[in-house]
Structures are given as C-alpha cells and as structure tokens.
C-alpha cells in the first residue's frame, strides 16, 4: 500500500519568507509526528498529533513555526518568516496507534537562503 | 527526560567481517528501544525495536541488538556485513505512551569490499 508522502521533496526559499510543508499519512493512522534532520542538531521530534489535535508541541523552536493537521488526516507544518537556521529536512512519520511503529516519508528538503 | 548516546560516529569495516554499533540510553522512566537506518537521500527504515520480554532482539537484513538494563544499553550487532549495509543507523528511545522518538546523532558505517 501507499507510505507516507511529503511534499515539496525540495524547497528553496529566501529568508523572511512563508514556507508550508505537507506531510500525507499512511490511511488509517491516527498518531502523525514531525521531525527535523539538521547537520548542526541531528534528528529531533517537533510535534505529535493524535487525530487533529496535538498534545505534545514541546519540539517547535519558536512561535515561527506551527501545524495543523485537519481530518484526522493531512497535516501542515508551517514556518513563518523563516531563517536560515531553518534549513533542514523535515520529516513526516505516521503509526496506526500512538504505540505502534511509525513510518516515515521521505522528507521535504529545505534551503533558506 | 530521555537522551541517547551513540558512541561511535563512524565506524568503517569490511565486507564480511562482524560489526557492533553502540548505544547508550538515559531515562527516568520506562521506554521503548528503537535502530533506524537511513541510506543515502532516502527516509528512515525500522531495523528492530525493543518493547518487552526477551531482551535479545531479532531484526530486518540480518541485524539483531540486546537490550541490557543494568548498563542502560542497546547496542547493534550483525555478524557479517555487506557492502548493501553502507548507511547510516539511529538509535532511538521513546515513552511507553506515544511514539514521540529521542534520537542518538547516528552512527555512518561504511563497508568496504
């Protein structure tokens, strides 16, 4: 069956701009995270939706960023007036429960310039 | 909170020789045990998790890691490598109530022929 799809796979922004980043979850799966995968930071959590509400936001960097997620579906992970801190790949991963093994997308590589 | 320690941020063998990655975890509470690997331009893949019971641990391509509470560790082993297992590998640790996942830095192992 289908995986996890994210979209834009690359996206080159300029600094001070607005980016959304859309994350497509495997069917079904009711628990969606976000991730970032930096040289300087290495992985690390963002946030966690269960159905479309988010009970653990403690990984967003700063009031810039924000997601949502509606459906219990589609989630969007926005950055407002991003920075070149910002520059990473960001990564989608799903899981049919909040217990089980979670999928990851293939990420959407961002470059603030 | 949780943290994880990979020791080692390289390690180089060659084809057909035996390897071990190691991993470090540091909790307060109960958790789940996790070895991801990411080849090149590609998300992460599950290898193997540790929930409960045996705490020798079976997973995809040959890969197996022992869970060992006394020494907070999970380290991963394979007893012959090939050149296929050039990637890099993250050991991960999350709650025992949602997948929220705390990652090492990643360990790149590079098989040579």
């Known amino acids: 069956g289908a995986g996890v799809s994210q979209s834009p796979s690359n996206k080159v922004t300029e600094k001070g701009k607005d980016v959304e980043l859309r994350c497509d979850p495997i069917s079904g799966h009711t628990a969606l995270y976000w991730y970032r995968q930096s040289l300087g930071q290495g992985l690390e959590f963002l946030i966690y939706f269960q159905g479309n509400s988010a009970p653990d936001k403690s990984g967003l960097p700063s009031d810039r960023f924000s997601a949502e997620r509606t459906g219990g579906s589609v989630s969007t992970l926005t950055i407002q007036r991003t920075q070149q801190e910002d520059s990473a790949v960001y990564l989608c991963?799903?899981?049919?429960?909040?217990?089980?093994?979670?999928?990851f997308g293939p990420g959407t590589r961002l470059l603030v310039l | 909170a949780q943290s994880v320690t990979q020791l080692d941020s390289q390690v180089p063998v060659f084809e057909e020789a035996p390897v071990e990655l190691r991993c470090n975890y540091s909790?307060?509470?109960?958790?789940?045990l996790f070895w991801y690997v990411q080849y090149p331009n590609q998300g992460l893949q599950l290898l193997l998790k540790y929930l409960s019971g045996s705490t020798l641990v079976k997973g995809i391509n040959g890969f197996e890691a022992e869970f060992n509470k006394s020494q907070t560790s999970f380290h991963l082993r394979k007893p012959s490598v090939h050149i296929s297992d050039t990637a890099e590998y993250f050991c991960a640790v999350s709650g025992t109530s949602y997948g929220k996942l705390t990652f090492g830095q990643g360990t790149i192992l590079t098989v040579h022929p």
């Open positions: 991963a799903s899981s049919f429960t909040p217990k089980e093994t979670q999928y």
């Open positions: 909790s307060s509470v109960s958790v789940y």
